[in-house]
């Protein structure tokens, strides 16, 4: 029975002031970010205190914001020895040519492909960018033997490092919500961490965007 550690990357500048930040632009944390990155590899630490691990692998999508986030996370675990693993799949959505735009801006700018893409994000694209399947079906590929090493030890944990549609789609997928409503029915906030333990017979939903200022002070 091991549990995976789904954390979004902490604060940006661009989280910060609601531009989309997808795979075009390669932001570090603010100092904000830093701070929150730190605060939630303390909670992490404490979640597992009480969940018995032998072993923990760790893995980060290669953006600077995510590389940044595991190395504050994992050093508050106490391990500065462990390196991510990184994978170009677990980067966040391409926004296309809404990459640096503002959700109002992308309204004014296609009126009628933002409403689609609202309304169903997981099969609607962004200009020349990406649809939410598109997301899932590289990230989700990646998740799953990490998963299945999970449901086959008792004493295991896996830390992952992602974005922010990735978060949403596991979460969507894992709760048996519809996958396009997986913008509006799953929060994944910067810096927070979600929960899943996985058995041989199914998984467990245990946390869901846990902020760890809620669990630090």
């Known amino acids: 029975m091991g549990s995976l550690f789904l954390v979004r990357h902490a604060t940006t500048q661009a989280s910060e002031g609601g531009v989309n930040l997808g795979q075009r632009t390669d932001a570090p944390l603010v100092d904000a970010g830093r701070a929150l990155a730190a605060r939630a590899g303390a909670a992490i630490a404490a979640e597992l205190q009480a969940m018995p691990h032998a072993e923990l692998r760790a893995l980060s999508s290669p953006a600077l914001r995510c590389r940044e986030t595991a190395r504050h996370v994992l050093d508050a675990l106490g391990r500065p020895d462990l390196e991510p693993s990184l994978d170009d799949a677990l980067r966040e959505i391409d926004y296309g ?8 801006e992308c309204r004014r700018r296609d009126p009628d492909l933002r409403a689609r893409w609202e309304a169903d994000p997981f099969v609607t694209r962004t200009p ?81 965007n846990v902020l760890p200022a809620a669990i630090v002070q």
């Open 97 to 104: 040519e809404w990459e640096g735009l503002t959700a109002d």
């Open 128 to 208: 020349g960018g990406e649809a939410g399947s598109d997301v899932a079906a590289r990230a989700l590929a990646v998740l799953s033997p990490v998963e299945a090493w999970l449901s086959a030890r008792r004493e295991a944990a896996a830390l992952v490092v992602s974005h922010n549609h990735v978060v949403r789609l596991r979460l969507t997928a894992a709760l048996g919500l519809p996958m396009g409503d997986y913008r509006r029915r799953i929060q994944a906030d910067p810096g927070a961490y979600s929960i899943l333990t996985f058995r041989p017979d199914g998984l467990a939903v245990r946390r869901v």
